[in-house]
C-alpha cells in the first residue's frame, strides 16, 4: 500500500507542475485589450473566444488528472492498515519491578468507611 500511495503522489506532483508550466505557457485574453481601446485591431473588447487551443486542452487534461489523483489519495489515506500504536509505543521502557513491601507501593484505602470521615479536612 506504501508502493500506491508513492506512485499517487508522484502522479499529482507531475500534473501539478504540468498545469503550472502549461497555465504560464499560455496566452492572456486581456493582452489585446490595449489594442482595442487604440488601434481598432480586435472585433470587441475582450477578442473573439473561439475553439480551445491545445494548450488550454492539455491545461484541461493535466487538472483532470491532478483532481483524480488528490481523490485517489483522500481515498488511499482513509483506506490504510492500522498500524498499532504511534511514536512513543515505540520506544523501549525497562520496566522495574517493585517489591511488595516496599515504602514505593501506593498507599491502600482503608476497609472501614468510618475511617475515611476522619480523613476529610473540616
Do not use: E, R, W, Y
Request: net charge neutral.
Amino acid at each position: 500500500m506504501n508502493t500506491l500511495f508513492t506512485v499517487i503522489v508522484v502522479i499529482q506532483v507531475l500534473a501539478a507542475l504540468t498545469i503550472i508550466g502549461l497555465v504560464l505557457l499560455q496566452h492572456g485574453k486581456g493582452a489585446d485589450m490595449g489594442a482595442a481601446f487604440g488601434s481598432g485591431a480586435s472585433g470587441s473588447l475582450f477578442g473573439a473566444t473561439g475553439s480551445s487551443n491545445f494548450l488550454s486542452k492539455s491545461t484541461g487534461v493535466a487538472a483532470a488528472i491532478f483532481f483524480v489523483a488528490t481523490l485517489g489519495l483522500a481515498f488511499a489515506s482513509n483506506h490504510h492498515a492500522s498500524q498499532s500504536g504511534g511514536v512513543m509505543d515505540s520506544l523501549a521502557v525497562p520496566s522495574v519491578a517493585v517489591p511488595a513491601g516496599s515504602a514505593a507501593a501506593a498507599p491502600a484505602a482503608p476497609a472501614n468507611p468510618a475511617d475515611q470521615s476522619s480523613q476529610i479536612p473540616k
